[in-house]
């Protein structure tokens, strides 16, 4: 089967590995006229935080936003270190880019944006920011593999995976 890739979502959590991702992502779109969705998804776990602690002090503090206006501040301060990443790294390519942040369970969000947005392949670390929700309850990469419709490409640090090393 011959499957001609259009769209690469670009999956970040702005750890040590978003630029990896991002350089792999840009480097399989400059083949061809390849759009790359870059995607950043606020854990429901944070924002349900956020939800237990404003039960606990509804009204604590001069000025206390709502969880909504909450998840909004993070909405706009992710969408604009996204932009900014993406002007000083990725300025010859941000045309190519579309730039996403949303909320939710982070593997069910990417599944989701890439069944909306049409998405022909997945790039994300299989490391990232929840390194002990993994002990817990499985990893979001790995979500994503086994549930994906379209390939992923998984972006891994040569210096951590090193034959015979383990990290």
Request: charged share 25%; proline share 4%; glycine share 4%.
């Amino acid at each position: 089967m011959n499957r001609k890739i259009n769209k690469i979502l670009a999956c970040v959590d702005f750890s040590d590995y978003t630029m990896m991702v991002l350089n792999y992502a840009v480097e399989l779109a400059s083949a061809s006229d390849m759009q790359i969705v870059v995607l950043n998804v606020i854990n429901q776990r944070d924002i349900n935080g956020i939800r237990m602690a404003v039960g606990y002090f509804p009204t604590q503090g001069p000025v206390m936003l709502s969880v909504e206006e909450c998840v909004d501040d993070w909405k706009k301060d992710r969408h604009t270190q996204l932009k900014q990443l993406v002007m000083e790294h990725f300025f010859d390519d941000k045309s190519k880019m579309q730039l996403m942040v949303d909320t939710g369970i982070p593997y069910e969000r990417i599944l989701k944006t890439a069944e909306n947005e049409s998405i022909d392949l997945i790039v994300l670390a299989n490391k990232g920011r929840g390194n002990l929700s993994r002990v817990l309850f499985g990893s979001a990469a790995e979500k994503v593999f086994r549930h994906a419709k379209v390939p992923v490409v998984c972006v891994r640090d040569p210096e951590k995976f090193k034959q015979g090393r383990r990290p």
